[in-house]
């Protein structure tokens, strides 16, 4: 059963799910998550201390989804097209295993600048 979430990012609020996944699981049981977040093209991202090897890992993504960059430990939100990627294409760094989606608007998160980001249970 997916998991409701609330994400804070700075004064921005948007609502999303963590899908049934074991990479999910893991990164529910760790919530709420604090931290400082990063920018990389249209892609907000920050380390978390959950640790999980590949799962279903994607090459491309979509606006909107919500993904765990195993290298890095990271949890990523996807607003728009990343630096690697071709054209409008949303493509991460390397490969991240799909853990949910947003259901908020998530362009809102354009010209984002690195601060604070909170994910909990909504």
């Known amino acids: ?12 609020e948007l609502e ?4 049934d996944s074991a990479t999910a699981t893991k990164i529910v049981k760790a919530l709420p998550l ?3 977040y990063n920018v990389w093209g249209d892609e907000v991202y920050f380390g978390t201390s959950v640790r999980q090897g590949p799962e279903t890992p994607l090459e491309i993504v979509e606006v909107g989804d919500l993904a765990y ?6 949890f990523c939100i996807f607003y728009g ?12 760094a390397s490969p991240v295993n ?5 259901h908020s608007e998530v362009s809102v ?3 984002s600048v690195p601060g604070d980001i909170m994910v909990e249970k909504r």
């Open 81 to 92: 097209p990343t630096p690697v990627g071709k054209g409008d294409e949303v493509r991460p």
């Open 109 to 111: 998160l354009k010209g």
């Open 34 to 36: 604090k931290s400082t």
């Open 98 to 102: 799909p853990i949910g989606k947003v």
């Open 16 to 19: 999303g799910e963590l899908n």
């Open 69 to 74: 960059w195993p290298p890095g430990k990271a």
């Open 1 to 12: 059963m997916p998991t409701p979430i609330l994400i804070r990012v700075g004064d921005i």
